[in-house]
């Protein structure tokens, strides 16, 4: 008789495009969270929480750069024949709540969210398939005050986590702006050119990846990769593509002419040689930072510059006067170009996006896992999207709002040192006579009740070795221990664990080579020693 096979067991791996989490990164999260929550709050927001599984019916198509309905989704049928699916963003629950309960919410309706979501694409380095997102939007309000707003909102959640003034901008641009300049080139936003528009669209969200050149070659014939491999274009002229190209390098074509103009004028001069935006923009030739008593120069000449890109289009001027109105209340607000700035580059998600679009870059370098200097880029964005709740209600309701990327802004302030060091863990009260367990759990509630993180070792006590490296895994700053000689004497011994790390670290260190690392103090007095200890280190 054959031998039943046995179960074979599972193999513990994490399954591919998700990662684990624990305890100081947790802790760091929740921190950076509970900051941004603050600011958010304070601006009047209120905050919601949706279930993580909607409909596929409610999140419909509405992944940027997807070509067909619940790609990129986990989704699943359940027996009545419905589907549902894991949510891939923030936004899409939002507006099916704003639809479900459009009776009993205020309007505007003013919230954030926080939480996972889940996205099913193809994993990469830094790229999971589970992420957290953290947004803020408003629904109802028409005015760009709202889209104002969130970008100083944005601005000021950065300050708030660690990123300092001239580490980053926030850069604002218009959908409505790019319409013009299509209408200008000849493609009108009808259903005759719906296809060739799309193709666009798509194509100058990859202005960064494949360049000038690269996006022309998509904007006309098509582009052969390196490996051969054709992509059919949009097939517009050249005077056509070189019109969007136009739109997209508008900050080089500013550029230069800032550069050539300076010294023209007095005021002028004085502008730029006190500074740009940002010496991303405009190089070295002016300072790192336009002040804001100076004036938004950059602002003023790009504004001028689409005026004149769309100056035949009634959409696109449109666009031109709500950046314009943008910029001018948060200049109002001291949210001058050294924070925020007008730019045309942003191209985030246009076929998703009805107005003004806006994106959070940090500025400062990083030095890549292979040692090679970048940029850490994007961290947040978000704009208008007008059309989103329309999917329920029939009838237009405005909406703009953002995301931040926590997971990527974490990493940034990992980058630069912000954050990342140990956590301290809780001081361990080592057991070395099982039946007084009692004892040590009075220590450890003496210690908690004065706001001390502690515990108890509940592992096998038999060897005192074990528990002391054991407080060393959890990066313990003090060992407590009392034998049966110290309770009988109604004292106890407190071991400096931070100070025997240091001596490990560099036992030469003249700051600590005279410092005990052990104390013997009374029973009553070992919360004030364990404190005095732990803050010494502070």
């Not at 989704?73 to 009545?80: G, L, T, Y």
């Not at 959640?157 to 300092?164: D, F, H, S």
């Not at 696109?316 to 209340?329: F, H, N, P, R, T």
Request: glycine letters at 10%.
């Amino acid at each position: 008789m054959a031998k039943p096979k046995k179960t074979p067991r599972p193999k513990a791996v994490t399954p591919k495009g998700f990662r684990d989490y624990f305890g100081t990164e947790v802790s760091e999260r929740k921190h950076m969270l509970d900051q941004i929550a603050e600011v958010y709050h304070h601006y009047g927001f209120e905050a919601l929480e949706t279930s993580a599984v909607e409909t596929v019916e409610a999140l419909g198509k509405f992944l940027p750069d997807v070509d067909r309905p619940n790609e990129g989704v986990f989704a699943w049928q359940e027996d009545d024949s419905d589907w549902v699916a894991l949510r891939y963003d923030m936004t899409a629950p939002l507006a099916r709540v704003a639809a479900q309960y459009r009776q009993d919410l205020p309007s505007p309706y003013r919230r954030f969210a926080m939480g996972p979501v889940w996205r099913n694409e193809k994993p990469g380095p830094g790229r999971f398939r589970q992420f957290y997102q953290c947004d803020a939007d408003t629904v109802g309000a028409p005015s760009v005050a709202a889209d104002a707003e969130i970008c100083a909102m944005l601005s000021d959640c950065l300050e708030k986590v660690g990123i300092p003034r001239g580490d980053y901008i926030v850069r604002v641009n218009n959908r409505k702006v790019l319409d013009g300049v299509l209408e200008s080139a000849g493609l009108p936003d009808t259903e005759e050119f719906a296809t060739t528009r799309g193709i666009v669209l798509r194509t100058i969200d990859k202005h960064d990846k494949f360049g000038d050149a690269g996006v022309m070659a998509l904007l006309t014939e098509g582009r052969k990769d390196e490996s051969g491999d054709f992509t059919k274009g949009a097939g517009l002229s050249k005077e056509q593509a070189e019109a969007v190209l136009g739109f997209v390098g508008a900050n080089a074509v500013v550029r230069a002419k800032l550069l050539s103009e300076i010294g023209s004028s007095p005021r002028e001069a004085d502008y730029l040689r006190r500074g740009a935006v940002n010496q991303r923009f405009l190089g070295d030739a002016v300072a790192e930072v336009l002040r804001e008593d100076f004036g938004s120069v950059w602002n003023i000449y790009v504004l001028n510059h689409l005026k004149a890109m769309v100056a035949n289009s009634s959409v696109g001027l449109e666009g031109v006067s709500e950046l314009e109105q943008i910029a001018e209340l948060l200049d109002g607000q001291g949210y001058g170009p050294d924070r925020i700035v007008i730019d045309p580059s942003v191209v985030r998600g246009l076929g998703y996006y009805t107005g003004p679009v806006y994106e959070a870059e940090l500025t400062f370098e990083v030095t890549d896992e292979k040692g090679r200097v970048r940029e850490f880029g994007s961290v947040a964005g978000g704009g208008r999207y007008d059309d989103l709740v329309k999917r329920f209600t029939g009838q237009a309701v405005p909406a703009t709002g953002m995301s931040i990327g926590v997971d990527r802004l974490l990493a940034a302030l990992r980058a630069t040192g912000r954050i990342g060091s140990k956590a301290q863990g809780p001081v361990v009260v080592t057991v070395m006579d099982r039946d007084r367990m009692g004892d040590y759990m009075a220590m450890v509630s003496d210690l908690r009740q004065a706001g001390i993180r502690a515990e108890v070792y509940l592992g096998n006590p038999k060897n005192f070795g074990n528990q002391l490296k054991y407080a060393d895994k959890r990066e313990s700053p003090v060992a407590i221990i009392q034998g049966g000689d110290e309770a009988e004497r109604g004292v106890v011994q407190i071991k400096d664990l931070i100070l025997g790390t240091k001596l490990a670290e560099n036992a030469s260190v003249e700051e600590w080579k005279d410092r005990p690392n052990q104390y013997e103090v009374p029973r009553d007095q070992m919360v004030a020693k364990v404190r005095e200890i732990i803050e010494s280190y502070s």
